[in-house]
T-cell receptor, first 112, second 111 residues
Framework: NAGVTQTPKFRVLKTGQSMTLLCAQD?????MYWYRQDPGMGLRLIHY???????AKGEVPDGYNVSRLKKQNFLLGLESAAPSQTSVYFC???????????FGQGTRLTVV | DQQVKQNSPSLSVQEGRISILNCDYT??????FLWYKKYPAEGPTFLIS?????DKNEDGRFTVFLNKSAKHLSLHIVPSQPGDSAVYFC??????????FGAGTRLFVKA
Protein backbone atom coordinates (compact mmCIF):
# COMPACT_ATOMS: atom_id res chain seq x y z
CA ASN A 1 0.00 0.00 0.00
CA ALA A 2 1.90 3.03 -1.25
CA GLY A 3 -0.72 5.66 -0.32
CA VAL A 4 0.90 9.05 -0.93
CA THR A 5 4.47 9.11 -2.17
CA GLN A 6 6.64 12.22 -2.34
CA THR A 7 9.82 12.62 -4.33
CA PRO A 8 12.48 13.61 -3.34
CA LYS A 9 12.72 13.23 0.44
CA PHE A 10 15.59 15.70 0.85
CA ARG A 11 16.98 18.47 -1.31
CA VAL A 12 19.38 21.36 -0.97
CA LEU A 13 19.02 24.22 -3.43
CA LYS A 14 20.97 27.37 -4.02
CA THR A 15 19.07 30.65 -4.05
CA GLY A 16 17.59 31.24 -7.48
CA GLN A 17 17.54 27.60 -8.54
CA SER A 18 14.34 25.87 -9.55
CA MET A 19 12.95 22.48 -8.71
CA THR A 20 9.80 20.38 -8.84
CA LEU A 21 8.43 18.22 -6.05
CA LEU A 22 6.38 15.26 -7.18
CA CYS A 23 3.45 13.78 -5.31
CA ALA A 24 1.71 10.60 -6.36
CA GLN A 25 -1.32 8.92 -4.78
CA ASP A 26 -2.85 5.54 -5.57
CA UNK A 27 -6.16 5.92 -3.71
CA UNK A 28 -8.08 7.51 -6.58
CA UNK A 29 -8.65 10.63 -4.50
CA UNK A 30 -10.06 13.71 -6.17
CA UNK A 31 -8.50 16.24 -3.81
CA MET A 32 -4.81 16.84 -3.37
CA TYR A 33 -2.91 19.43 -1.33
CA TRP A 34 0.54 20.84 -0.76
CA TYR A 35 1.43 22.08 2.73
CA ARG A 36 4.56 23.48 4.28
CA GLN A 37 5.48 22.98 7.90
CA ASP A 38 7.62 25.50 9.72
CA PRO A 39 8.58 25.52 13.42
CA GLY A 40 5.79 26.97 15.56
CA MET A 41 3.55 27.48 12.54
CA GLY A 42 1.80 24.19 12.02
CA LEU A 43 0.90 23.14 8.49
CA ARG A 44 0.02 25.89 6.03
CA LEU A 45 -1.74 25.22 2.75
CA ILE A 46 0.19 26.32 -0.33
CA HIS A 47 -2.02 25.13 -3.19
CA TYR A 48 -4.68 22.53 -3.65
CA UNK A 49 -6.57 20.72 -6.39
CA UNK A 50 -10.13 19.43 -6.44
CA UNK A 51 -9.66 17.30 -9.53
CA UNK A 52 -7.57 16.60 -12.58
CA UNK A 53 -6.74 19.77 -14.45
CA UNK A 54 -7.73 22.08 -11.58
CA UNK A 55 -5.61 24.02 -9.09
CA ALA A 56 -6.31 26.75 -6.55
CA LYS A 57 -4.33 28.95 -4.16
CA GLY A 58 -4.13 28.23 -0.48
CA GLU A 59 -2.88 30.39 2.38
CA VAL A 60 0.74 30.87 1.25
CA PRO A 61 0.91 30.45 -2.56
CA ASP A 62 3.50 33.09 -3.43
CA GLY A 63 6.66 31.72 -5.03
CA TYR A 64 5.08 28.37 -5.90
CA ASN A 65 3.25 26.93 -8.87
CA VAL A 66 1.40 23.63 -9.20
CA SER A 67 0.00 21.37 -11.86
CA ARG A 68 -2.39 18.43 -11.83
CA LEU A 69 -2.23 16.96 -15.31
CA LYS A 70 -3.12 13.48 -14.08
CA LYS A 71 -5.50 12.61 -11.27
CA GLN A 72 -2.87 10.67 -9.36
CA ASN A 73 -0.10 13.29 -9.54
CA PHE A 74 0.25 16.77 -8.06
CA LEU A 75 3.43 18.71 -8.80
CA LEU A 76 4.78 21.63 -6.80
CA GLY A 77 7.27 23.91 -8.51
CA LEU A 78 9.63 26.52 -7.20
CA GLU A 79 10.78 28.72 -10.07
CA SER A 80 13.40 30.74 -8.18
CA ALA A 81 14.09 29.36 -4.73
CA ALA A 82 14.57 31.72 -1.78
CA PRO A 83 15.89 30.98 1.74
CA SER A 84 12.39 31.72 3.08
CA GLN A 85 11.23 28.59 1.26
CA THR A 86 13.38 26.39 3.48
CA SER A 87 10.79 24.13 5.04
CA VAL A 88 9.33 20.66 5.18
CA TYR A 89 6.77 20.12 2.43
CA PHE A 90 3.91 17.68 2.74
CA CYS A 91 1.60 16.46 0.05
CA UNK A 92 -1.79 15.07 1.00
CA UNK A 93 -4.86 13.67 -0.66
CA UNK A 94 -8.44 13.11 0.40
CA UNK A 95 -11.72 11.81 -0.98
CA UNK A 96 -13.60 14.88 0.19
CA UNK A 97 -13.03 18.40 1.40
CA UNK A 98 -13.52 17.80 5.13
CA UNK A 99 -12.61 14.17 5.30
CA UNK A 100 -9.39 12.71 6.61
CA UNK A 101 -6.35 13.50 4.52
CA UNK A 102 -3.57 11.05 3.82
CA PHE A 103 -0.11 12.56 3.91
CA GLY A 104 3.16 11.71 2.29
CA GLN A 105 6.36 11.38 4.30
CA GLY A 106 7.48 14.89 3.51
CA THR A 107 10.29 16.61 1.62
CA ARG A 108 12.86 18.51 3.60
CA LEU A 109 14.03 21.41 1.44
CA THR A 110 16.90 23.69 2.35
CA VAL A 111 17.63 26.79 0.29
CA VAL A 112 21.08 28.26 0.88
CA ASP B 1 -4.36 35.56 12.39
CA GLN B 2 -4.19 32.11 13.96
CA GLN B 3 -7.64 30.62 13.64
CA VAL B 4 -6.59 27.42 15.41
CA LYS B 5 -4.35 27.69 18.45
CA GLN B 6 -2.58 25.02 20.42
CA ASN B 7 -1.09 27.00 23.26
CA SER B 8 0.90 24.21 24.85
CA PRO B 9 4.00 23.38 22.78
CA SER B 10 4.63 20.26 24.82
CA LEU B 11 3.07 17.97 27.40
CA SER B 12 4.63 15.22 29.51
CA VAL B 13 2.53 12.42 30.98
CA GLN B 14 3.23 9.20 32.84
CA GLU B 15 2.34 5.95 31.11
CA GLY B 16 -1.14 4.77 32.06
CA ARG B 17 -2.36 8.25 32.97
CA ILE B 18 -4.64 10.51 30.96
CA SER B 19 -3.23 12.89 28.34
CA ILE B 20 -5.30 15.98 27.60
CA LEU B 21 -4.37 18.06 24.58
CA ASN B 22 -6.15 21.36 24.14
CA CYS B 23 -7.07 23.44 21.15
CA ASP B 24 -8.81 26.82 20.85
CA TYR B 25 -10.28 28.32 17.72
CA THR B 26 -11.61 31.68 16.62
CA UNK B 27 -13.55 30.84 13.46
CA UNK B 28 -17.19 30.03 14.21
CA UNK B 29 -17.64 28.66 10.70
CA UNK B 30 -15.63 25.48 11.18
CA UNK B 31 -17.77 22.48 10.18
CA UNK B 32 -15.42 19.77 11.39
CA PHE B 33 -12.44 19.47 13.64
CA LEU B 34 -9.76 16.86 13.11
CA TRP B 35 -6.80 15.61 15.10
CA TYR B 36 -3.68 14.32 13.43
CA LYS B 37 -0.70 12.56 14.95
CA LYS B 38 2.82 12.94 13.61
CA TYR B 39 5.94 10.92 14.33
CA PRO B 40 9.39 12.28 13.42
CA ALA B 41 10.32 11.93 9.75
CA GLU B 42 6.78 10.84 8.86
CA GLY B 43 3.74 12.61 7.54
CA PRO B 44 0.78 13.33 9.81
CA THR B 45 -1.81 10.58 10.16
CA PHE B 46 -5.48 11.10 10.90
CA LEU B 47 -6.57 10.22 14.41
CA ILE B 48 -10.12 11.31 15.09
CA SER B 49 -12.61 13.97 14.04
CA UNK B 50 -15.75 15.62 15.34
CA UNK B 51 -18.56 17.44 13.63
CA UNK B 52 -19.40 20.91 14.87
CA UNK B 53 -22.92 19.71 15.71
CA UNK B 54 -21.63 17.17 18.23
CA ASP B 55 -19.92 17.63 21.55
CA LYS B 56 -18.12 14.30 21.88
CA ASN B 57 -16.65 11.60 19.71
CA GLU B 58 -14.89 8.50 20.96
CA ASP B 59 -12.66 5.95 19.27
CA GLY B 60 -10.99 3.45 21.53
CA ARG B 61 -8.56 5.22 23.84
CA PHE B 62 -9.14 8.54 22.09
CA THR B 63 -11.99 10.93 22.84
CA VAL B 64 -12.47 14.42 21.47
CA PHE B 65 -14.67 16.93 23.28
CA LEU B 66 -16.04 20.08 21.66
CA ASN B 67 -17.26 23.11 23.61
CA LYS B 68 -18.67 25.47 21.00
CA SER B 69 -19.57 28.23 23.41
CA ALA B 70 -15.97 28.38 24.57
CA LYS B 71 -14.57 27.65 21.09
CA HIS B 72 -12.47 24.96 22.63
CA LEU B 73 -11.81 21.32 21.93
CA SER B 74 -9.68 18.76 23.65
CA LEU B 75 -8.30 15.33 22.87
CA HIS B 76 -8.18 12.83 25.72
CA ILE B 77 -5.98 9.76 25.54
CA VAL B 78 -6.69 7.14 28.19
CA PRO B 79 -4.60 5.28 29.11
CA SER B 80 -1.52 6.92 27.63
CA GLN B 81 1.12 4.64 26.17
CA PRO B 82 4.76 5.32 25.22
CA GLY B 83 3.82 4.79 21.56
CA ASP B 84 1.53 7.80 21.83
CA SER B 85 4.59 10.06 22.06
CA ALA B 86 4.27 12.25 18.98
CA VAL B 87 3.22 15.70 17.84
CA TYR B 88 -0.54 16.20 17.76
CA PHE B 89 -2.13 18.71 15.42
CA CYS B 90 -5.60 20.09 15.84
CA UNK B 91 -7.28 21.27 12.62
CA UNK B 92 -10.52 22.95 11.63
CA UNK B 93 -12.34 22.63 8.32
CA UNK B 94 -14.52 25.47 7.06
CA UNK B 95 -15.44 24.26 3.63
CA UNK B 96 -13.86 25.42 0.39
CA UNK B 97 -11.41 22.55 0.79
CA UNK B 98 -9.37 24.46 3.34
CA UNK B 99 -8.24 22.86 6.55
CA UNK B 100 -6.53 25.15 9.07
CA PHE B 101 -3.96 23.53 11.34
CA GLY B 102 -2.71 24.53 14.75
CA ALA B 103 1.00 24.64 15.54
CA GLY B 104 0.96 21.26 17.27
CA THR B 105 1.62 19.92 20.76
CA ARG B 106 4.44 17.49 21.39
CA LEU B 107 3.34 14.73 23.77
CA PHE B 108 5.88 12.76 25.78
CA VAL B 109 4.61 9.63 27.50
CA LYS B 110 7.10 8.40 30.07
CA ALA B 111 7.35 4.69 30.80
Amino acid sequence: NAGVTQTPKFRVLKTGQSMTLLCAQDMNHEYMYWYRQDPGMGLRLIHYSVGEGTTAKGEVPDGYNVSRLKKQNFLLGLESAAPSQTSVYFCASSSGGGTEAFFGQGTRLTVV
Amino acid sequence: DQQVKQNSPSLSVQEGRISILNCDYTNSMFDYFLWYKKYPAEGPTFLISISSIKDKNEDGRFTVFLNKSAKHLSLHIVPSQPGDSAVYFCAGYTGGFKTIFGAGTRLFVKA
